[in-house]
């Protein structure tokens, strides 16, 4: 852990906090800070700062925070998401948080099966702590905007451009000869990505179709057809790195 990162309503008008117990823990057991020693904090959705140790007893601590002017700029990928299996999802919010994405949206193919959207993995509640662990490991306090859409045309014709207005298009599949460098080489410091992602065995024909026909360019990163984790971890890096040099 990086970051404590502490909800808002958790921190007082004047920057003292009470940690909770897990952070508290934290402080003590892991990171074995005393009295008038200092910790990165932030808040989610809010700027970052250090916190220095006021009180420290057996589970309690309490911080006297002092906060940056402004927050961390929100990162400028977004990926929509074919739904893999809960338990490939679950291991996946903590990475995609690290990574940095300003919002995650799942959606349906022809490859996903329907009860995967039953999922406890993808209540608020399944999800939120899984976040703020990649988030405080990363140490960032953007919490990725999460939304869901069981029927992936309506999405991509009625809803992608409100969620998502102004900006490049990328869909990426097997085989693909286009690489994201090379997709991406114009591109400029405002601009931001969605990109999108299938199941292992790839988009089908029409769900190719329609969102190349709503802007998205294929690329591609090689001939393997990777699981979900190993191609969100590769594509965001690569988009992010692309990102770095524009």
Known sequence: MNLLLLDPSEVATDGSVSLTQAHAEHVRKVLKLGTGQTVRVGMVDGAMGVGTITTIADR??????AFDPAPP???RVDLLLALPRPKVMRRLWAPLA???VGQVILTNAEKV???YFDSHVLQPEGYRPLLIEGLQQARDTHMPIVSI???FKVL???HLDALCPSVRRLVA???SDTRVATALADVTPSDRVLLATGPEGGWNDFEL????THGFARVGIGPRILTTTTACVALLTLVHEALRRG
């Open 149 to 151: 859409h069981k029927r």
């Open 156 to 158: 991509v014709e009625d």
């Open 209 to 212: 179709s329609l969102l190349e």
């Open 73 to 75: 700029a929100r990162p």
């Open 173 to 175: 599949h097997p085989g």
């Open 113 to 115: 099966e329907r009860d």
């Open 60 to 65: 309690h601590v309490e911080l006297a925070c």
């Open 98 to 100: 690290t990574l940095g």
